[in-house]
């Protein structure tokens, strides 16, 4: 089955600094990866996605981009502001599967 | 507010009793997903319902069950609850299958004493 590794598990960031986390899986038939944003108690917020027919995809200040040679993803934040405080998960899901593989999840922390 | 709701938001309960959790999809998704939520093991797919039909299977127990029906609502089982099923447990939907966004309920958290 599906392995995805996600790096760092912790991160914090100056304000206004940009944030960078990266995924990477190990099934090569993969083909769609979200990322979701979780707050303390609350639900995995979808944020972005990305497909494996396209490399970089963007939505404001986020960004994710996709190697499917290397088979590795990642997600950018610019402008960090103190809302993004959260845990991230990256995950992927296997070409003729549905559920989602997540990674164990980045805290990232924005110091003011 | 994904538009998916759980039920109940809290559960409370004892070591070898059953329990039932309760999910329902945004209106028109076709599709709910359980998933665990753990310190140790992360967020984990267990099981999938497509229209009504088991789809597919991940990480889930024997003593876990699941169902979804003619509205498709779903309820996952929970029985022979031992400590270690403390976890907060989430549903999501998507529209069908193989369909991209899968979109998360608030979730339940159990906790098993």
């Known amino acids: 089955g599906e392995n995805v590794e996600q790096h760092p598990s912790t991160l914090s960031v100056q304000e206004g600094d940009s944030a960078v986390i990266k995924c990477t899986y190990s099934?090569?038939?993969?083909?769609?990866f979200p990322w979701y944003k979780q707050e303390l108690g609350k639900r995995p917020q979808l944020i972005i996605d990305i497909r494996s027919n396209v490399g970089e995809k963007k939505d404001q200040r986020i960004a994710v981009t996709l190697n499917k040679t290397a088979k590795h993803f990642s997600l950018h934040i610019t402008e960090t502001q103190p809302e993004d405080s959260a845990v991230y998960f990256c995950a992927a899901r296997e070409g003729g599967a549905d559920g989602l593989t997540f990674g164990k999840g980045t805290h990232l922390i924005i110091q003011p | 507010d994904s538009g998916v709701t759980q039920t109940p938001k809290h559960l409370i309960t004892a070591t070898g009793q059953r329990v039932t959790l309760r999910c329902s999809p945004r209106s028109g998704d076709l599709s709910v997903y359980w998933y665990q939520q753990s310190l140790d093991q992360g967020l984990q797919f267990l099981i999938q319902?497509?229209?009504?039909?088991?789809?597919a299977k991940g990480n889930i127990l024997e003593r876990f069950s699941a169902q979804q029906f003619p509205d498709l609502h779903s309820e996952l089982n929970l029985s022979s609850l031992e400590l270690g099923d403390s976890a907060l447990y989430f549903c999501?939907?998507?529209?069908?299958?193989?369909?991209?966004?899968?979109?998360f309920g608030p979730g339940t958290r159990l906790t098993v004493t």
């Open positions: 099934d090569s038939a993969s083909n769609y």
């Open positions: 319902y497509y229209n009504g039909e088991e789809r």
């Open positions: 999501a939907s998507s529209v069908g299958v193989a369909s991209g966004e899968q979109y």
